[in-house]
């Protein structure tokens, strides 16, 4: 994967939706909520504030994390789905 987010962005690889529930009832691809959780893949280089100062994001690759529920835009690249948000719409590190 080739993508540098710009700013305070991160890329984000949504954890797969479960497929079945405790009850063992499958339930359809239609019908599935969106995941909260995910592994960020690639960092922008952070935010310039009103001062000029660089501010350096406080996740990194390969942490796990917790999002809103619509939170960020989706694109598909090289065939697989991703998340494009800013750090502000991360609510924890898990």
């Known amino acids: 994967m080739n993508i540098r987010p710009l700013a305070d962005r991160v890329v984000v690889r949504p954890k797969e939706a479960e497929e079945k529930k405790q009850g063992g009832i499958i339930i359809p691809d239609t019908a599935k909520e969106r995941p909260q959780e995910g592994e960020i893949v690639a960092v922008g280089p952070g935010k310039v504030n009103d001062a000029g100062k660089k501010i350096e994001l406080s996740v990194k690759k390969g942490d796990q994390v917790l ?28």
């Open 67 to 94: 999002y809103g529920k619509y939170s960020g835009t989706e694109v598909t690249i090289d065939g697989e789905d991703f998340l494009i948000m800013r750090e502000d719409d991360i609510l924890a590190v898990v």
